[in-house]
């Protein structure tokens, strides 16, 4: 008979945890000691337990001024403080799987979500979940739940830890249709997945299988169900002394796995009596077989089996899964893990500590890039060659940006070919720069982007001098504005565009046409290479408003214009840009006035009459009292055809 042990089996860290607490606390107290429900599922671990001095309570109440173990299930918020009052000591063995989903429930609870927890109402893990959200959330273990279920405006849903992952996807997803702000959380324990897996595994090749574990065991139970799936022929055992001989003799492969509960001995018990061997050498060579010895500070190499927004979980093949905070992925803050990362990659990564007290491995990817990024950066430094950088802070003097993963410093002075006055701007940029500046064992990185502007301005000057020509229209951005013009970059050179030259309309300031960072149309109005000078024209790059006047305006036309200046003899009124009229202070009013400003201010919106239009001399006559008498002439028009009364208008106006 060939026996497949399946990779992932077994006492799981949580469930480990709390069985090595209890034995240690054990040997070493006097006191009575408790565990509150069954520490495990699995009935001989208990007996074992019982033997060394366990007692089991229902309720924390039971006892007073004792030692209490709080099993790997965790229990809710108010036995902690029930505990407090019965003077009772309690030992926390919750699994930190767990502990994460308490949190998260209490947290979302808080912020006045409904939670909706995936699982087996009757669990214990899942009753001490609910605990921490005031025993309010909704358990849903099926479809038919979810019918019954009503409408919430938020709702945050968590998963029982041992949970079948497909399963929780589709409940998941048909919860989610119940409201409006849904935050979903897979909760699933990664070693109750991998351990599934491992069983799917082994089942689809085995002829029969054989699940070790307790009847009462939630993931011992699934293991079964996974089994059966594949396997017609699986047997659900809780010891050695259960294993159907005759039954598995007739089978040449056979699969062996085990639930979380259940120990290493058993497994050992229950391999021996398949094997009709006694040297259990070869049972522990096959599990440390599956597994690489790993120490802090070595550089491996493992597969990502989860992405969140804070963590990656890594397996690096190791008796526990490894862990890459969001801090220990790279420098960069504005990186998502998602964004750079798949399931399945395969990566290297560095191990900071193999027991974060939890049981975590934790990693460093930023660790192993860090040592690659140095001798590339090494190499462009030597070579002078580019290399693309993100700012991501400003600091004293300039501004930090990242280079291959490494932080590197640009001085204020070298982080443009120009006087920068506003470093904020650049923050979340890319572009290219040199290294000035480097010494790997200082952990220094000088970076420059004048210089390379420099080259890439020095390339479009050289193309812009061979192209360019008088009379050329073209596209610029505006770098610059001064009280006599404006600056424009039209690809490596800059020309002016004097005040004149911006508007057909008087102008007092550039800052009234234009700001910066507009990229505007213009003509080159000369170019002289020799000098460096280019003068450009934005008024000349359209038609002169003059040139289809008689187009736009006729005379005897009421328009609407702006009174842009007043004179002692009158004020002159914008009708468009680079079209202004006179209104002789003869035609400002009925009455008579001495001087404009007593009828009129600059700014003013009014409506003029077209008196004259001489578009050789580009002078328009208006009059705001003729436009005023045809008005009146308009409204008595219409009161006539309408049959309005003057007792009527009265009346109205009552």
Known sequence: MKIIIAENSGFCFGVNKAIETTKKILTEDNINVYSLGPL?????????????????????CEVDNSKVIIRSHGVPLDVYDTAKEKDNELVDCTCPFVRKIQNKVKEFNALGYQIVIIGDAKHPEVIGINGWCKNSAIIINNEEDIEVM??????????????????????????????????????????????????????????????????????????VEISKKYCNNTFHIETADQLPISELKKFNIVGLTAGASTPSWIIKEVYDKMSNLGDMNEL??????TMVKVHRGETVKGKIISIRNDEVMVNIGYKSDGIIKRDELTNDPDIVPSDILSVGDEIEVFILKLDDGDGNVILSKKRVDTVRSWDEIEEV????????????????????????????????????????????????????????????????VVLSRKSVELEENEIKKNRLWKNIEKGQTIEGEVKRITDFGVFVDIGGVDGLIHISDLSWSHVKHPKEIVKEGDMVKVLILDADKQKNRISLG????????????????????????????????????????????????????????????????????????ILDINKDEKKISLSIREASVNEMAETIEYLNDEEITIGDIIKDNE
């Not at 699995?42 to 924390?60: A, F, P, R």
């Not at 060659?385 to 291959?404: C, M």
Request: aromatic share 6%.
């Open 538 to 609: 934005l008024k000349q790059a359209s038609p002169h408003p003059w040139d289809n006047i008689e187009e736009k305006y006729n005379i005897g036309d009421i328009v609407e214009g702006k009174v842009i200046r007043l004179v002692d003899f009158g004020a002159f009124v914008m009708l468009e840009q680079g079209i202004e009229g006179l209104v002789h202070i003869s035609q400002i009013s009925d009455r008579h006035i001495t001087k404009p400003s007593e009828e009129l201010r600059v700014g003013e919106t009014i409506k003029v009459k």
């Open 40 to 60: 495990i599922h699995n009935n001989s671990v208990i007996h074992q337990l019982k033997g060394q001095g366990l007692d089991i309570i229902d309720d924390i």
């Open 150 to 223: 009503l409408n919430y405006d938020k709702i945050c849903i968590v998963a029982q830890t041992t949970f079948y992952e497909s399963k929780f996807n589709r409940l998941a997803e048909l919860v989610s249709l119940k409201g409006n702000d849904v935050k979903v959380f897979n909760t699933i324990c990664n070693a109750t997945q991998l351990r599934q897996k491992s069983c799917e595994d082994i089942s689809k090749i085995s002829e029969a299988m054989v699940v070790i574990g307790g009847y009462h065991s939630s993931n011992t139970q699934k293991l």
């Open 284 to 289: 522990m060579k096959a599990i440390e077989d």
């Open 381 to 444: 430094y030597k070579n002078q060659s580019t290399v693309n950088a993100k700012v991501i802070e400003i600091v004293n003097g300039g501004v930090i940006a990242l280079v291959q993963g490494l932080r590197g410093f640009i001085p204020v002075s070298q982080i443009a070919n120009r006087f920068v006055s506003d470093l904020q701007s650049y923050v979340g940029k890319s572009f290219d720069v040199r290294v000035i500046d480097f010494d790997r064992n200082k952990k220094r």
